[in-house]
T-cell receptor, first 115, second 115 residues
């Protein structure tokens, strides 16, 4: 149980286009989902926290207009990278948690390459 | 503010020898502590957690970790290393506030096991 999927697993896009990444909790309802990005050989940096049906809370330094997060249901959150640039190339990982529990379940990650 | 430190960027161990990956934390109150492993181009895999109770926690793949409150440490250990243990290891901390509390990751330690 407690499986989180991400789609796509990798994507290449041209500079200036937008890319949407999906994060799904497959066998549980996720009250909160988190989005992280990871640069090569670095740790995971939290980008934002999203609760179902409400606006995401972004970490300091993360542009909310560039990284649009939607958490429309208890099993789906999406991250849209708008007007992507090569510096947005990174590994994006989502995680999900259930109310009144302490554990987060991580997705397999999405590698974004912007050319 | 909560934080996690992994003082070693890399740990090299010969196969069959015991291994230790160090982690110290700073958080107000009693934390939840986690260890995750990441293989190249993959998401995070959960290894073990400390929530409460016995200070020695046993996890997946023969790993264990000891919670030391006085030293604010949560070092990861394994009695006999395998080449397949070579990967990137992250220590993480989360406060007990709510399920929406964010997890803070350490910088990661690359474990290399030589045959």
């Amino acid at each position: 149980g407690a499986v989180v999927s991400q789609h796509p697993s990798w994507v290449i896009c041209k500079s200036g286009t937008s890319v949407k990444i999906e994060c799904r909790s497959l066998d549980f309802q996720a009250t909160t989902m988190f989005w992280y990005r990871q640069f090569p050989k670095q740790s995971l940096m939290l980008m934002a926290t999203s609760n179902e049906g409400s606006k995401a809370t972004y970490e300091q330094g993360v542009e909310k207009d560039k990284f649009l997060i939607n958490h429309a249901s208890l099993t789906l959150s999406t991250l849209t990278v708008t007007s992507a640039h090569p510096e947005d190339s990174s590994f994006y990982i989502c995680s999900a948690t259930v109310a009144r529990t302490y554990e987060q379940y991580f997705g397999p990650g999405t590698r974004l390459t912007v050319t | 503010a909560q934080s996690v430190a992994q003082p070693e960027d890399q740990v090299n161990v010969a196969e069959g020898n015991p291994l230790t990956v160090k982690c110290t934390y700073s958080v107000s109150g009693n934390p939840y502590l986690f260890w995750y492993v990441q293989y190249p181009n993959r998401g995070l895999q959960f290894l073990l957690k400390y929530i409460t109770g016995d200070n020695l926690v046993k996890g997946s793949y023969g790993f264990e970790a000891e919670f030391n409150k006085s030293q604010t440490s949560f070092h990861l250990k394994k009695p006999s290393a395998l080449v397949s243990d070579s990967a990137l290891y992250f220590c993480a901390v989360r406060d007990r506030g709510s399920s929406a509390s964010k997890i803070i990751f350490g910088s990661g330690t690359r474990l290399s096991i030589r045959p």
